[in-house]
């Protein structure tokens, strides 16, 4: 079985910083993307950020510039640094893998449990 596990959510004012953390564990024998999806209140959830294996990123417009992606392989780890927070910004965030669990073996994709992240203003 494979857990993602988030943290760093919160409430912060308008204009400040957050940065969340999902650490993947099990049975894992690579991983695909990562990534960053969000849901507000009565939307659907969306795109935030994604990155490759190799280190590519893909961001959605209303956070381009703004937030970062980054991952440490060695860790199974996926971040997500939130510059100049907007009230908009408020949502539940989850990340998302794509997990091979053996060498023979295609990718399974798995969902974090959520963190709260709500924005000031």
């Known amino acids: 079985q494979v857990q993602l596990v988030e943290s760093g959510g919160g409430l912060v004012q308008a204009g400040r910083s957050l940065r969340l953390s999902c650490a993947a564990s099990g049975s894992i024998y690579s991983i695909n993307d990562m990534g960053w999806y969000r849901q507000a209140p009565g939307k659907q959830r969306e795109l935030v950020a994604v990155?490759?294996?190799?280190?590519?990123?893909n961001y959605a417009d209303s956070v381009k510039g703004r937030f970062t992606i980054s991952r440490d392989n060695a860790k199974n780890t996926v971040y997500l640094q939130m510059d100049s927070l907007k009230p908009e910004d408020t949502a539940v965030y989850y990340c998302?893998?794509?997990?091979?669990?053996?060498?023979?073996?295609?990718?399974?994709?798995?969902w974090g449990q959520g963190t709260q992240v709500t924005v000031s203003s």
């Open positions: 990155i490759t294996s190799g280190g590519r990123t």
């Open positions: 998302n893998a794509q997990v091979v669990r053996t060498s023979w073996s295609g990718y399974s994709t798995y």
